[in-house]
């Protein structure tokens, strides 16, 4: 049996035609094809699933614009009634179409937009975490942290459009984004102290990198929540924007910069990804070998410059593997 879904609303990408596609019916879906979500934004297509669940509407879906656009993606988020906090649907069926993005070569660029006017992601579902076993909180969040490396390494540029809250785990998705644009009164943070929690799905490691340690702890320790322009003049967003009345000032800007990716050689816009993300996980991984080295090696009273030089510590064996394969991917490249 197959199920065919299409959804067209009016909006400035309207007439821009969304690929409509055909997917295997799961065992037990809702037949309701999902009518006009809030957001007034870009028309809706593509792949949509759809589980056994109370509610009809999809909270995921995957939107392929068309025409000059074709090669961007857009994932819309749809989870109303709980401000597009990561519930056990939302997280599964966003695992899904990230999974499915993953072997996608069609898709140059990837946009997270929500359909919620006034917010991006809520973060942590707490009504759903207090009906869990502390085991299951264990393997919800280790499900939410995994999700949000696969998101990362995307192998396309993915831009998250801020146009409302995104705070905790809306934090920490919108940081797993290579790029951010957020609208000026969007509001972002990492409150999970301000709940006696702790960033658990990579915010902790990956606000650092892009904010800077001191201005990430002083995030992170206050629990504060920084507005668009705030979090340009910090580097948390790339750009901000002015809000415009349909909500979507962050996602048309966001549109705006896929743009300008769209045309460049994908191949090289794909290799220049991995190898600054390996870059930056190199330089992590130096300094944490750096750290173990030092302590092993100056209780022995070992000369700082030996130890510098020295081929055989294995760090140095780690970083050249690493220089190494990276090398290796450009000369392939080029």
């Known amino acids: 049996m197959l199920v065919l879904r299409k959804v067209v609303s009016a909006g400035p990408l309207a007439s821009a035609a969304p690929r409509l596609r055909a997917m295997p019916a799961p065992a037990a879906v809702s037949g309701y094809a999902g009518a006009g979500v809030a957001g007034g934004g870009a028309a809706l297509g593509g792949r949509t699933r759809h589980y056994s669940d109370t509610r009809p509407l999809s909270e995921i879906q995957l939107q392929h614009l068309e025409g000059s656009n074709s090669g961007i993606a857009t994932i819309l988020m749809n989870r109303p009634h709980a401000i597009n906090s990561l519930g056990k649907v939302f997280v599964m069926q966003l695992e899904e179409i990230i999974e499915d993005l993953q072997k996608d070569t069609s898709v140059r660029v990837v946009l997270f937009k929500s359909q919620i006017k006034g917010v991006f992601c809520a973060g942590a579902d707490l009504k759903e975490r207090a009906e869990m076993t502390n085991t299951e909180v ?163 009273k070992t000369d700082w410059k030996g130890w510098q030089h020295s081929k055989k510590n294995d760090y140095r064996t780690l970083l050249e593997n690493e220089i190494k394969y990276i090398s290796d991917l450009l000369y392939k490249l080029f």
């Open 138 to 300: 264990g393997h919800f969040v280790h499900k939410l942290r995994s999700l949000m490396s696969n998101i990362a390494s995307l192998p396309m540029p993915t831009i998250a459009a801020i146009d409302g809250f995104a705070l905790g785990g809306g934090l920490e998705l919108a940081l797993a984004c290579d790029l951010r644009v957020a609208a000026s009164s969007a509001k972002m943070g990492l409150i999970e102290v301000t709940r006696g929690l702790l960033p658990g799905a990579g915010g902790s490691q990956r606000l650092p990198r892009v904010v800077g340690i001191n201005k990430a702890k002083e995030l992170i320790f206050t629990g504060r929540q920084v507005d668009g322009k705030q979090a340009v003049s910090i580097g948390l967003v790339n750009d901000t924007v002015t809000q415009n009345d349909l909500g979507d000032a962050a996602y048309q800007k966001a549109l705006d910069l896929a743009k300008e990716i769209l045309p460049q050689g994908p191949v090289a816009v794909k290799m220049a990804k991995q190898a600054m993300n390996r870059g930056i996980e190199m330089l992590h991984l130096e300094w944490q070998l750096r750290k173990c080295v030092m302590l092993r090696s100056y209780p022995q």
